[in-house]
Structures are given as structure tokens and as C-alpha cells.
């Protein structure tokens, strides 16, 4: 039976948990290698495989890098703190429960700001707090077995849990893209969704619009990329408002998502928080943070990428798409700061990183901490083309090759030695002019009959009789003369 659905008069209700993996060198209770890729089952010891007699022993770091995140996202940080049993039977939790936090998660509310059609505005968290992760069952390596890598056992994570909050599958895009780039801005987590280093699961209702109350949710896991959590949400509440208008009911329960086809299936239904028979963590005393602690945390915060955006463009000019692209990720922030430490040509600095910088280090898969010319290197550079020695195009293709090869060399040794500084004499430019308007006479007519576009014809042709030596914004004025 086919449905004619006005699916805009329903709203989606939406919100997300996302495991961020955190960037120890060891497991949150043990010492054993917190590293991705090991061989099966070798960053593993008697307290990773939970054998009797074993105690677990908390990692700091992990609780400092939860902490970072925390106030980053203006939570209220819980100066008493105690793990909790999450008491649950799946085939890679070697213990048979995993150790979280219950009620007493160690970052309480805060909010995450994103950017949407209708403006800015804040993503309401309600916790984030520690655990210690599964290991992994693998089904597709033996037809009669399911294989178990203990690797990922116990390795930290941090659960970032917001509101009911999110209406879109858009939102809940921004708001992922926003917390990837903040968790790798403050070096917590990689981020990197493919290998399960931060994974998201949303929870979905659908209500009428203008209703207050929440329907039934679904719990949509297994996506792999910001993407497929777009498409994931989208999918699952078209199939929700389908649903209730053939007259049929919404289960609560677990669904897995499907990339290659776009669809979802049942996994269980879903659990209730009484249903894992919390209990404080025996084996664990409780910790406490002074002030001190909290402040002393606080105090090492890099400034975030908001409050940058807000620097480049309020106080540098840059337009705010540049802004945002600069304030990517922590280490082209730092090039990016060295850069403008060194020249004030803010907007030609931006249009360096942008262009030719990028480019040279997509082609030959670097990263920006890569980069092999110094910061005060690139900034002479944009000082040649600022004062009119060389054009950018001439700068770009033709000096900084030369000068990533040899970054101790002036640029200008080296725009002199090929021959490649900009000539800035009438003289010498008129007669490259007159050259090139007495070569195309029907174009000279046409631009007196008011074709000005053909403008850049003529500068195209000096620049490229003079090998691009030839001023252009001189060559420009004199060809305007001529012309007029």
C-alpha cells in the first residue's frame, strides 16, 4: 500500500553518544599498550584478561585528558569521583562487566556551539564520563568460530553523552564535526572514525511537531564516518514517520546500520539502565580533585578553535571560511601562528596556507608539522610579493620549489639568480605593450566599442612576452593609457 506522507510535519529527536578513544600509551586500569594495530591478543596481561587475584590500578593521564575535554566543553567538573560494575555478558568483555561511571560521571552538562541555517547555537551535553573499552569479537576469519583480540580491553574512552537536543541529521553532523576537530585540537583523541577510535551512536525519535513529549527511541549503531551517522539518522526516522503512519508500533530497541545499502536492522531491544545492575567498583577506591588540580589542567588549555576563529576574524580580517579551514586542526594553528608572528600580510598568509601550502603537502601526503619550510621562510616570501619583486604566480611556481630544496636561501638570492624579479620600469614595459596591441587590432576594436573583459587578453599576453617579469599592476595602468 502505497502512503501519501507529509513527512514535514513530524520532527525527529535526536541524540548522540560518542566513544572517543583516549591517546594514553597504556590501558586505563593496567599497563599494558594502549596502541592501535598490534597483532591479535598481544597488548594483553593477566589484569586485561581479568584472571583471578588481579587488581586494576587507575592511569592519571586518562583522567587528565577527560578533564581537558570537560572544561573545553564548559562542564562542571565532579570533584568525587568512583568507578562503577556495568554488569553485562558479551563474548570480548573478558571480565564479564565493564568498569564506567554511574552516577557520578566526571564532567556534568556543558555544551558543544554549532554552526546551522538559522545560526549559531549550543548543543547541550548531558555527561561525559570514563570507562574502559570491549575487545573484539571477529566473525569472518573461520566458518565455525568467532575469533576474540583482547587488544582493545581496557583501553579508555570517554563517553560524551548530549541531550535530546538535535532535530537534523544535519545538526548531528555539524555537532560530530565539531567535536572531531576539538578532541584533536586538544590532543585527546585521533579522532578516526575508521578505526573505531571514535565511534557514535544516535539515539532516534520521531513527535509531531509542536508536541513536547518524546516518543519512542531507537538506539542506530556501527557507523563508520560523520557521514554515515548523517545518513544513518536520516534513514532511521524516515523509517520511523513510515511506521506510524501505516498505524504500526515503534519498538525500543538496537539497530545496526548498513552503509552499503543505506538501510538498518534489528540487533536487540534495547537494555535499560536497571537491566546492568550498577554497583560501585569494589577493587577501585573513589578519587578526589582539588581545585588546584582542576586549575592546574585548565591553565595548560590551548586556545580553542572557536576563540581562534573569532582572533582571525575580528582581529585579522579574514574572512570566516579561511578562518575555520585554518583552525582545523592544533598543528596548522601553530604554523599558522608562526606565520603571522613573522609578517602582517594576514590575508596573503592565509592565501599561502590555503593554496600553494596545502597543495604541496596533499600531493606528497604530509602533515603541516611536515612541512619543510620554516614559518619566517614563507613569510620572506610573501614580504618579496607584497613589495612588488616578484608576482605570486612567479612566487608560487617558480621560487618556493626552489626554496623548500634550500630553506636557508633568501628568496630573493634566489628570484635574482633565476632571473625572476619583477620589472617595475615604464621603459622597459611600453614597448612589450605597444608589441602586443599592434599584434591583435580587432581586439584593440573591440575593447574601445566597450568589450573591457578583453583586458585581461592583453595583460595575459605582456605577462607572458616579458616571462612574467613585467609589473602587472604597472602593466595594467599603462595599458589603460594606451588604450584609452
Known amino acids: 500500500m502505497s502512503l501519501n506522507i507529509d513527512y514535514s510535519k513530524y520532527e525527529a529527536v535526536i541524540g548522540l553518544e560518542v566513544h572517543a578513544q583516549l591517546q594514553t600509551e597504556s590501558k586505563l586500569f593496567c599497563n599494558d599498550s594502549a596502541a592501535f594495530g598490534g597483532a591479535p591478543n598481544t597488548h ?15 592511569n592519571k593521564k586518562a583522567v587528565e585528558y577527560a578533564i581537558r575535554l570537560g572544561l573545553a566543553c564548559h562542564c562542571e567538573i565532579e570533584k568525587e569521583n568512583y568507578f562503577a560494575r556495568k554488569n553485562y555478558f558479551y563474548p570480548d568483555l573478558p571480565k564479564g562487566y565493564q568498569v564506567s561511571q554511574h552516577t557520578a560521571p566526571i564532567c556534568k552538562g556543558g555544551h558543544v556551539r554549532i554552526a546551522t541555517e538559522a545560526g549559531e547555537r549550543d548543543i547541550q551535553l548531558n555527561r561525559i564520563h570514563l570507562e574502559e573499552d570491549a575487545g573484539k569479537s571477529i566473525h569472518d576469519q573461520d566458518p565455525n568460530n568467532s ?20 532535530h537534523t541529521a544535519d545538526e548531528a553532523y555539524a555537532y560530530l564535526t565539531v567535536l572531531r576537530r576539538l578532541v584533536r585540537f586538544l590532543e585527546v583523541c585521533d579522532g578516526n572514525m575508521e578505526e573505531g577510535s571514535m565511534r557514535c551512536d544516535a539515539n532516534v525519535s520521531i513527535r509531531l511537531k509542536g508536541d513536547t513529549s518524546l516518543g519512542t527511541k531507537v538506539e542506530v549503531k556501527n557507523m563508520n564516518s560523520i557521514r554515515n551517522v548523517k545518513r544513518a539518522i536520516e534513514n532511521e526516522v524516515k523509517r520511523q514517520i513510515e511506521m506510524t503512519e501505516r498505524g504500526e508500533r515503534i519498538v525500543q530497541e538496537t539497530r545496526s546500520f548498513d552503509a552499503s545499502n543505506g538501510s538498518s536492522f534489528p540487533l536487540r531491544s534495547k537494555e535499560e539502565a536497571n537491566d546492568y545492575r550498577y554497583f560501585p567498583e569494589p577493587d577501585l577506591a573513589p578519587f578526589n580533585f582539588s581545585d588546584d588540580f582542576i586549575d592546574s589542567i585548565r591553565a595548560k588549555l590551548p586556545a580553542l578553535p572557536e576563540e581562534l576563529v573569532q582572533k582571525y576574524t575580528q ?12 583552525c582545523d586542526d592544533r598543528e596548522t594553528v601553530t604554523y599558522f601562528e608562526a606565520l603571522i608572528a613573522a609578517t602582517p600580510h594576514y590575508k596573503a598568509a592565509s592565501n599561502w596556507m590555503l593554496g600553494p601550502v596545502k597543495s604541496y603537502l596533499n600531493e606528497h601526503s ?19 610579493v607584497a613589495e612588488g619583486k616578484v608576482n605570486f604566480s612567479i612566487a608560487s611556481s617558480r621560487i618556493l620549489p626552489e626554496l623548500i630544496k634550500t630553506p636557508d636561501k633568501a628568496p630573493m638570492d634566489i628570484a635574482t639568480a633565476l632571473n625572476l624579479v619583477q620589472d617595475n620600469n615604464a621603459g622597459n614595459i611600453a614597448p612589450i605593450i605597444d608589441e602586443v596591441l599592434a599584434k591583435y587590432p580587432d581586439k584593440v576594436a573591440e575593447f574601445k566599442a ?11 599576453e605582456v605577462m607572458k612576452l616579458s616571462q612574467g617579469k613585467a609589473d602587472p599592476k604597472l602593466t595594467n595602468q599603462l595599458l589603460a593609457e594606451k588604450l584609452r
Open 147 to 166: 575469533l576474540i583480540d583482547y587488544n582493545r580491553a581496557g583501553v579508555p574512552l570517554v563517553e560524551i553523552v548530549t541531550d535530546p537536543v538535535l
Open 315 to 326: 582581529q585579522l580580517g579574514l574572512p570566516e571560511y579561511d578562518a575555520r579551514v585554518l
Open 366 to 384: 604530509l602533515g603541516i608539522d611536515q612541512y619543510p619550510l620554516p614559518a619566517k621562510a614563507l613569510a620572506a616570501l610573501i614580504a618579496l
Open 450 to 460: 566597450g568589450k573591457k573583459g578583453l583586458m585581461g587578453l592583453f595583460v595575459g
Open 44 to 58: 594483553i596481561s593477566p589484569i586485561t584478561l581479568a584472571h583471578p587475584g588481579t587488581l586494576p590500578f587507575l
